[in-house]
């Protein structure tokens, strides 16, 4: 049986639009980075936790300069926690799922 995802692929033309009132986590990875694939099913367990409270996405930096730059982001994997557009939480680095869900939370 084929895993459902509930992550979304953001890129300069739709993250904007995406940010608008919501609370959304986005991965900021690489294809070479290894710790990024260790991320990855965190991230899809957190975004089937969540589903219909929090939107999860990923923004391959590689390919998303304007972006990285943007929220400055240095390292990957880094993670943002949006809230209503607005950046509440910056995480770098692989991240236990406990402190993520704890950080989620106080947004929800």
């Known amino acids: 049986m084929a895993t459902k995802t509930n992550i979304i692929t953001l890129n300069y033309p739709n993250f904007d639009k995406t940010l608008e009132g919501n609370l959304l986590l986005v991965d900021f990875w690489a294809e070479w980075c290894e710790p990024c694939k260790v991320l990855d099913p965190i991230?899809?367990?957190?975004?089937n936790e969540f589903e219909g409270k929090l939107l999860t996405g990923?923004?391959?930096?590689?390919?998303?300069?304007?972006?990285?730059?943007k929220y400055g982001v240095m390292n990957i994997p880094t993670m943002i926690l949006f809230k209503d557009g607005e950046k509440v939480h910056h995480f770098i680095g692989i991240q236990p799922k406990e402190s993520i869900i704890s950080?989620?939370?106080?947004?929800?």
Not at 43 to 47: T, Y
Request: aromatic fraction near 4%; proline fraction near 0%.
């Open 43 to 47: 991230l899809e367990d957190i975004a």
């Open 58 to 69: 990923k923004v391959n930096a590689d390919d998303n300069r304007l972006l990285t730059n």
């Open 103 to 108: 950080v989620i939370k106080k947004y929800l």
